[in-house]
T-cell receptor, first 120, second 109 residues
Framework: NAGVMQNPRHLVRRRGQEARLRCSPM?????VYWYRQLPEEGLKFMVY????????ESGMPKERFSAEFPKEGPSILRIQQVVRGDSAAYFC??????????????????FGEGSWLTVV | RKEVEQDPGPFNVPEGATVAFNCTYS??????FFWYRQDCRKEPKLLMS???SGNEDGRFTAQLNRASQYISLLIRDSKLSDSATYLC??????????FGTGTSLTVIP
């Protein structure tokens, strides 16, 4: 499957636990983005990463949230000490380098199916 | 000022109607433009790119007005299956993508 892969698809956590969401970009893509979508709301940008670099984290809450995209392996969005308000769909997306369409995609952004976090 | 502004709607139209959505953007240096569709509890999916000269894909027509900094999407002969949220996306220089808040469309039988 050459698409953006996210796991887990569904995650239930108790308040105070940690949530880890993983994302493998589309083949040939080197840029990863994380978005959050609260129920009945629009997409909110959180963070944009390249391998081993955070390019833009202006949408990321300052506390409890962190993201990484290591040299090897998937991108991880980590939420520590989850609260009820963290319940949302977390979408990962990827894109190729600017101006570079790939064998699998055009020069735009493609989304995974999302990880649905429920905090109880 | 937001990078991208979009009327959230909702738009409720009968089957067969023509409906148009507009979206404005703030960065005049923006280079690429897209429309995405998002169904309930699904991920956004690329509907079509928007080219400077305007482009059409079946019942869907996208247009770009650089002078006024807006893009539009026209849907002709609406189908029930067109019911979704439509997101406009703008890409300034660099590799960041800015999404509008989405316009909700419901096509009524």
């Amino acid at each position: 499957n050459a698409g953006v892969m996210q796991n887990p698809r569904h995650l239930v956590r108790r308040r105070g636990q940690e949530a880890r969401l993983r994302c493998s970009p589309m083949k040939g893509h080197s840029h990863v983005y994380w978005y959050r979508q609260l129920p009945e709301e629009g997409l909110k940008f959180m963070v944009y990463l390249q391998k081993e670099n955070i390019i833009d984290e202006s949408g990321m809450p300052k506390e409890r949230f962190s993201a990484e995209f290591p040299k090897e392996g998937p991108s991880i969005l980590r939420i520590q000490q989850v609260v009820r308000g963290d319940s949302a769909a977390y979408f990962c997306a990827s894109s190729p380098r600017p101006g570079q369409a790939t064998r699998y995609s055009g020069n735009t952004i493609y989304f995974g199916e999302g990880s649905w976090l429920t905090v109880v | 000022r937001k990078e991208v502004e979009q009327d959230p709607g909702p738009f409720n139209v009968p089957e067969g109607a023509t409906v148009a959505f507009n979206c404005t953007y703030s960065n005049s240096a923006s280079q690429s433009f897209f429309w995405y569709r998002q169904d309930c509890r699904k991920e956004p999916k690329l509907l079509m790119s928007v080219y400077s000269s305007g482009n059409e894909d079946g019942r869907f027509t996208a247009q770009l007005n650089r002078a006024s900094q807006y893009i539009s999407l026209l849907i002709r002969d609406s189908k029930l299956s067109d019911s979704a949220t439509y997101l406009c996306v703008v890409r300034p220089p660099g590799n960041q993508f800015y999404f509008g808040t989405g316009t909700s469309l419901t096509v009524i039988p």
